[in-house]
């Protein structure tokens, strides 16, 4: 056996790789792995050892905080390995012209200053052709707006991207209220000791746990404008007005996945469906977590279900109400799969970029367009973003409650 595997291995290539190998010596990286090998082998063979005291020579004490290294591992090398090294390498990126086929020149700040370069110039007319006010080959035109009582034309060198930064920012101001207030009610009735309650706990939490793939695939069915539910309540609910009041209503047939003033609002109702389920969950966690006295001394002061709720559960539930918020701005600048699998258009970003979003613009960027320097700083500019709002809603939070 020994000798036709040494056979098989001289077949398939092995005096020719183990020479290809040994060529590949010529500069200092083969070493260093070659060295990360070898430490890597003795340590291995140093933690072989039952005693880990006699192995490292250590203390009780510093052999438990050694065993607590060891478990952490796992988890510390997953987050070397897949978060931070991928986080710091998209960082380095952002600096270079980087695109799939090789070419990664530093360019240094390039790529940010085209992401964030704007130009504001005045009007003559508010009809004034572009072409005669920005230099179009530099700037395309954002919008128009008035200034201290005079017309302004605003330019941007990317302007894609602050139209996605806008749609983001409009979904996370429609999708926070539409999710977290439903929530906070949905969560105070289940918290109610009503018969079926557990059952209307799972069935609301579904959502949460159902892939966004199938579920933007069910809304997308029901947001047809020709056969889809939604419409077809519609037209039935102005049938009705029409019939009884002798009124005149036209039906809308609201073409909500191809129309650029409601193509916005359908991924908004759709994710506003999907987390309500989670955020009620959360919501109900911190209210089973309030002392029950406390409802029992505003009971006997005269207290009603609404007092109760206004004076009692929404102040208590302050840091619970903190941490959905600042989990939902998050997912909020994050959306993605909703837009991606929503919205049938190609490439993505819905009519005339209504639906476009930061996340999808930078996917675009980086595996459609190739330009991975280029996504990799739009990235980091979205980090800052999210980084800035959470640290302001840290700081308020902290303020709030009498921490400064």
């Known amino acids: 056996m020994a000798v036709f595997a040494v056979i098989f291995l001289l077949a398939v290539g092995l005096l020719k790789g183990l020479l290809f190998l040994v060529s590949q010596f010529n500069r200092p990286l083969p070493f260093l792995f070659l060295a990360g090998i070898v430490f890597t082998a003795i340590v291995l063979r140093i933690l072989s050892r039952r005693d880990i005291e006699s192995a490292f020579h250590t203390k009780a004490r510093q052999s438990e905080a050694i065993s607590g290294v060891l478990f952490l591992s796992p988890n510390l ?5 897949f978060f931070a090294g991928p986080l710091l390498l998209s960082l380095y990126v952002s600096f270079t012209n980087s695109d799939s086929f090789g070419q990664q020149d530093w360019i240094g700040l390039d790529n940010y200053a085209k992401i964030v370069h704007l130009t504001v110039k005045p009007l003559d007319s508010p009809d004034q052709p572009v072409t005669e006010v920005l230099n179009t080959q530099v700037f395309d035109e954002l919008t128009r707006t008035k200034w201290l009582g005079k017309g302004v034309i605003i330019g941007a060198e990317d302007k894609l991207f602050w139209i996605s930064l806008r749609n983001t920012l409009v979904f996370a101001l429609l999708a926070l209220p539409l999710s977290i207030i ?3 009610l949905l969560a105070a009735l289940l918290n109610s ?5 557990k059952f209307f706990r799972a069935i609301y939490f ?3 746990v159902a892939a966004v793939v199938g579920v933007a695939l069910i809304w997308q069915w029901l947001f047809n404008a020709s056969v889809g539910y939604i419409n077809y309540s519609i037209s039935n609910i102005v049938t009705f007005i029409n019939s009884v009041f002798g009124s005149a209503v036209i039906d809308p047939q609201i073409r909500w996945l191809s129309d650029t003033k409601v193509a916005l609002l359908a991924v908004v109702i759709m994710s506003a469906w999907q987390w309500v389920g989670y955020y009620s969950v959360i919501f109900l966690a911190g209210m089973q977590n309030i002392p029950k006295e406390l409802y029992e001394a505003a009971t006997v002061d005269g207290a009603g279900v609404w007092s109760k709720f206004m004076n009692v559960t929404i102040p208590l539930l302050a840091p ?3 941490f959905i918020i600042t989990t939902a701005v998050i997912n909020a600048l994050q959306v993605f799969e909703q837009v991606y699998v ?3 258009t190609e ?7 209504s639906t476009m979003t930061i996340v999808l ?4 960027k980086g595996f459609q367009r190739f330009q991975q320097g280029y996504a990799s700083a739009v990235a980091w500019v979205l980090f800052l973003l999210i980084f800035a709002i959470t640290l302001i809603q840290f700081r308020r939070q902290r303020k709030s409650s009498g921490a400064y």
């Open 77 to 81: 090398l997953g987050f070397l390995f």
């Open 182 to 184: 439903p929530a906070l």
């Open 193 to 197: 000791k009503l018969p079926g309650m």
């Open 206 to 208: 579904l959502p949460t």
């Open 320 to 322: 619970t109400t903190f």
């Open 342 to 344: 929503l919205i049938p």
């Open 347 to 353: 490439p993505p970003g819905g009519p005339a970029n």
């Open 361 to 364: 613009y930078l996917y675009q």
